[in-house]
Every structure is written in structure tokens, then in C-alpha cells.
């Protein structure tokens, strides 16, 4: 676990640090934000309340559109940082916004890729359910148990897709930014490449990575539960003062503006630490994965371009 523990201090070091990830911090904020007031999207949030919930949600998610692409710049730039041997992160700048649109279509083709993987499995077991009903008025229990056991089935191929084969997709990323933009980068079989030469590395780094996040999911819960329970005091406050608010039967007196803003503010506060540790938690994983790069696969990739380039001048 040396690596690991290396790869959090290198992100802690260099110039400028403390100005760099206060940088980052705030392109999290409006997704915080969004994610803060969508919280309060409810079947029992009254029509009016709910209307201007949306409204306001769906704003905060069309402004939070920029800030994604500065932070799909800013893995390109992490990744750039690794390969030339700098450590810290990144210094977020306007170029950084330019390399987020540069990659974002690389990045949409692969989500594609793994979309399609999803919910092709996901609906293997819906083919039977539906020519079964097309057929009768309702389902035979056969039918029913198949298309749970399928789900379950379905499930547990696309947990063995995220760990066996996603992780690879890392090394297609490095070399998108190590070589630029290839047709080659493109080929869902591509990967197959980087499963052959470093298959039992990539497991190691996902393993370790994994146990990180799920450490640091405990006390992020933690503050989660905290921040519901200073909402349900907040709430109860607010009936407290409201003139017959607890003997009525609507729920409007929940939606008080003051107390809806005091939770939407602290929801946002550890939606925003939450999304800052994953993204802490992801570089430290990205730089192992750089490493076991430049041990495993670039050697052989520099072998290969050397004989090509002796092939070339025999001839």
C-alpha cells in the first residue's frame, strides 16, 4: 500500500496547492448545488413547491454543463502532468476548458460503448416477460422466476464488466493523451490489448482503489445522516413557530424558504466534499495506472516502434 499512500501525498505537494484544489472545489459547486435542491424532488413535495424545485434543478443542471467539461480538461491535464513526471494537480485555467471540449467526444463514444453494454444485457431478460404477455393476459410464474433469476444473472455480468474489463479503459485514455486522437483508440477491442499485457496489475490497482472509496464512503455517510438530522431539527423548528402548522394536515410548513435554503446549503456542502474525495480518490488511482503503463505496456510499445522503424530502413 506504499503506492496508495505516495499517490495522495504527491497530490498534496508541489506549488500552489492549496489555490489548485480550492480551483477544483469550485467546479463542484454547482453540481453540489443541484444536487442539494433536486434532494427535495419528492412524490409528497406539493405541486407548486415541486414545480419551482424542478426549475430551479434544471437551471443549476444546464449551468453545471461547463464546469464538467473544465473537469474532463483537467483529467487530461492530470494524465499530461503523470506522464512527464510532475506531481500536484493541475492548474485549472481557460485552456483547461478547451481540452475538456477536445476530449468530450472521445469520452461520449466510449459511454456509448459501455451503455450499450449495460442495457444490452439489462434486456436479455425482458424478451421473455414480454412475448409471454403478448401471447396471454398476465405472465406464468415460470416466466416470472426466469425474469428474476435473469436480472440477478444480468446483474452480476455487468459487476464482472466493471471489474474485469472497465478498468482498462484507463490505458486507452493514457494513450489518447500520450499519442493523441487514433482510430485505433476507438476500438472497444483495443482493450483486449491491455488485458493481455497487464491483466493481473489492473486487477491489483482496481482492488486497492476499491477498498479507498468504500473507507471513505463510511464517514461521508456519516455526514450525510448528520445533515438529515439537522434537517428533520430545522424542519420541526420551523412548525414550532408557524401558528397552527402542527395541527394541520398539510406538509407546507415543511417547505419553509429559510429552512429549505439552510438544507439545500448543507446538503450541497457534502455533496460537494463527497464529489471532491472521489475525484481525489480517481487521480491517486489514475497516476497507479500511469505506473503500471509505463512498466508494462510502454516498453513493449517503444520495442515494437524501434523494429519498425529497423524494418523501414532494411528495406
Known amino acids: 500500500m506504499e503506492k496508495v499512500i505516495q499517490s495522495f501525498k504527491n497530490l498534496y505537494s508541489g506549488e500552489h496547492v492549496a489555490r489548485k484544489h480550492f480551483m477544483l472545489l469550485l467546479l463542484f459547486l454547482l ?127 455487468c459487476i464482472a464488466f466493471s471489474v474485469l474489463v472497465l478498468p482498462f479503459y484507463n490505458y486507452v485514455f493514457i494513450e489518447y493523451v500520450k499519442y493523441g486522437n487514433r482510430p485505433e483508440l476507438y476500438n472497444p477491442l483495443y482493450l483486449g490489448r491491455f488485458m493481455k499485457i497487464a491483466f493481473k496489475d489492473t486487477l491489483i490497482v482496481f482492488g486497492k482503489f476499491w477498498l479507498v472509496a468504500i473507507v471513505a464512503s463510511f464517514p461521508i455517510g456519516i455526514l450525510n445522516m448528520f445533515v438529515m438530522m439537522i434537517a428533520m431539527t430545522v424542519f420541526m423548528g420551523s412548525a414550532m413557530v408557524t401558528p397552527g402548522a402542527l395541527d394541520s394536515n398539510s406538509d407546507a410548513f415543511l417547505y419553509n424558504p429559510v429552512a429549505m435554503f439552510i438544507v439545500i446549503i448543507l446538503s450541497a456542502m457534502v455533496g460537494l466534499l463527497q464529489m471532491y474525495v472521489n475525484t481525489i480518490i480517481a487521480n491517486a488511482a489514475t497516476e497507479n495506472y500511469i505506473g503500471v503503463y509505463n512498466e508494462k505496456i510502454a516498453p513493449l510499445d517503444e520495442t515494437q516502434e524501434v523494429k519498425a522503424e529497423d524494418d523501414f530502413n532494411t528495406l
Open 31 to 157: 453540481p453540489a448545488l443541484m444536487s442539494g435542491v433536486a434532494g427535495f424532488a419528492d412524490k409528497g413535495v406539493p405541486e407548486k413547491v415541486l414545480i419551482v424545485i424542478g426549475l430551479i434543478a434544471l437551471l443549476l443542471a444546464i449551468l453545471s454543463i461547463v464546469p464538467m467539461f473544465w473537469l474532463l480538461g483537467y483529467s487530461v491535464n492530470f494524465v499530461e502532468d503523470r506522464l512527464m513526471k510532475k506531481i500536484g494537480i493541475p492548474q485549472i485555467s481557460f485552456t483547461t476548458l478547451i481540452d475538456g471540449f477536445k476530449v468530450f467526444p472521445f469520452i461520449l463514444v466510449w459511454c456509448i460503448y459501455i451503455m450499450i453494454v449495460f442495457f444490452g444485457v439489462f434486456a436479455i431478460p425482458f424478451v421473455p416477460m414480454f412475448s409471454d404477455m403478448t401471447s396471454k393476459s398476465s405472465p406464468d410464474v415460470s416466466t416470472i422466476i426466469m425474469f428474476i433469476g435473469g436480472l440477478l444473472l444480468a446483474m452480476l455480468v
